[in-house]
């Protein structure tokens, strides 16, 4: 219901709190305006194209405009500013009755809260064009599937580069034999998927290391090589210079990635992308969210994926704080937990998932708390595993062999299984036809406990170095017997090629 007088309107006066004025006028001398009711303008409209409604202003003690600077001659589109305003209170607020103080407090609040997402809209730009880019492009909302669906020139041309035909990958010599022991990751009947186990010492990151650059100089595929436990890789050069890799040490440096790409393309997507948060969310702690909480976090985070591109950890802290203050709920985890995880900036969204995933990384997470890191590592999951959805199958040769289109590897896995995260299984079962395969190093069989069969049954060539595992089913499981790993010898191992145990001297 609206009760508004344009007359009136034209001639009062417009506010916002001291300190978006304060900011304003930096913005005001770094953008070259000429009159203060053009930042308050852009202000406005950059709050307007928020999901939620702005919180209420600490003050109204700023730089006041009269009604018709601010929105300008009704000609020049000040009913168009009117309409737009009073849609969002609406939108939001559809019992309340629109007069001319509603009015101005609406315009307080987008004002002082447009100022400061420009704000930071200028920081992530860092310079006047790329300021001008990003409110144009990355700040628009009308949806679109091209921000995250692998259908751009550069991910067509990659699929056309892709190759089938045998990959073969050199584990060492049988022990026994000397014959050279080759396991061709792209063959007919099996699993492209990798487990290496053993004790520290043993010589497992170092066989998966060999595997993945000798697939990376076979294939010339990406790789992603995550170190879920350490830093240790990221102070190899001649292994990121052997995979053409870029290295990051998380939290330190954020991940490039737009990690909810693609979720304003339909309610659907964004209601897909909202419960994928929620429950790696609930699997990143070490208590997880109640079932209230986590519809909490459901009701909260589906209208900003459904309508806000480049989201960032700091926008689902607002969200959830804002839908706990509209709706009266009292503070408890939910809220507490996003302003923990915002001391880090995890993620920034640079990169759309088809330029992300089509390089090569080595991410490092010896410096993250635990939480944090289970949470990146399995949002990482979440937004590979929608990026594959939308890419062709793998080609495949008269032989059956199918081209490998990327390899994901994991050193220290053992929190991520401990978890029981679907990302990475998603990963192990979904995406063998996408050209996936995934590798996965961890210090026992006994890390595999609890995971199902049907998971096991994706790993195409167990590896496991000396341990003292104890762990009889997935040993029995993967070894089809109950061989002896506890006298292997450093750089030797068990594997399984053919149906067939064999002992292979790595190194």
Not at 55 to 84: H, M, V
Not at 95 to 104: D, G, S, Y
Not at 259 to 284: H, N, P, Q
Request: charged letters at 25%.
């Amino acid at each position: 219901m609206s009760d508004i007088d344009t007359t009136k309107v034209w001639l009062a006066n417009f506010t916002t709190s001291a300190e978006a004025t304060k900011q304003g006028k930096e913005l005001f001398n770094w953008l070259g305006f000429s009159a203060h009711y053009q930042i308050a303008r852009l202000a406005i409209g950059r709050s307007l194209g928020e999901p939620d409604f702005p919180k209420a202003a600490p003050d109204a003690k700023g730089i006041t405009i009269k009604g018709n600077l601010l929105f300008g001659e009704e000609q020049q589109g000040a009913l168009l500013w009117l309409g737009l305003l009073v849609e969002n209170i609406n939108q939001h607020s559809p019992n309340k009755t629109i007069n001319l103080e509603t009015l101005q407090h609406a315009v307080r609040d987008h004002w002082q809260r447009g100022i400061f997402l420009l704000q930071q809209d200028w920081d992530i730009a860092g310079d006047y064009n790329k300021f001008v880019e990003l409110l144009i492009t990355r700040r628009a909302s009308l949806p679109s599937e091209a921000d995250y669906l692998a259908t751009n020139d550069k991910v067509k041309s990659q699929q056309d580069k892709l190759s089938s035909g045998a990959v073969a990958l050199n584990l060492g010599q049988d022990k026994d034999s000397g014959e050279v022991m080759n396991w061709v990751i792209n063959g007919q009947g099996y699993s492209p998927n990798v487990a290496i186990m053993g004790q520290a010492g043993s010589g497992k990151t170092r066989m998966m290391l060999k595997l993945l650059t000798q697939l990376r100089e076979l294939t010339g595929v990406p790789v992603l090589l995550i170190d879920a436990g350490k830093d240790e890789l990221a102070e190899r050069p001649e292994l990121a210079n052997a995979l053409g890799a870029k290295v990051l040490k998380i939290p330190s440096q954020p991940i490039p990635l737009d990690i909810f790409a693609g979720s304003t393309v339909s309610a659907d997507e964004a209601r897909d992308v909202t419960m994928a948060f929620r429950e790696s969310l609930d699997k990143s702690l070490a208590k997880g969210l109640t079932d209230n909480q986590k519809m909490r976090v459901l009701d909260a985070l589906k209208p900003l994926f459904a309508k806000r591109k480049n989201i960032t950890m700091q926008d689902i802290k607002q969200a959830i704080e804002r839908h706990y203050e509209d709706n009266n709920i009292k503070t408890d985890r939910v809220v507490t937990i996003p302003n923990e995880l915002c001391q880090y900036t995890l993620f920034e969204p640079t990169l759309s998932p088809a330029d992300f995933f089509s390089q090569s990384w080595i991410l490092t997470f010896g410096g993250a708390p635990a939480e944090s890191r289970r949470l990146t590592m399995f949002l990482l999951f979440d937004a590979l595993h929608r990026y594959l959805q939308t890419l062709p199958e793998s080609p495949m040769d008269e032989n059956n062999h199918r081209a490998v289109r990327m390899a994901v590897a994991v050193d220290e896995a053992r929190p991520l299984l401990d978890a029981k995260h679907d990302g990475l299984s998603k990963m192990v079962r979904l995406h063998r036809s996408h050209g996936l395969t995934v590798f996965m190093a961890s210090q026992s069989p006994d890390d595999y406990a609890g995971q199902t069969d049907d998971y096991m049954e994706q790993i195409g060539l167990p590896i496991c170095f000396k341990t003292n595992a104890t762990s009889t089913t997935v040993l029995n499981n993967m070894f089809k017997a109950k061989p002896n790993f506890s006298s292997l010898e450093a750089g030797t191992c068990l594997t399984v090629i053919e149906n067939s145990t064999r002992k292979v001297q790595a190194f």
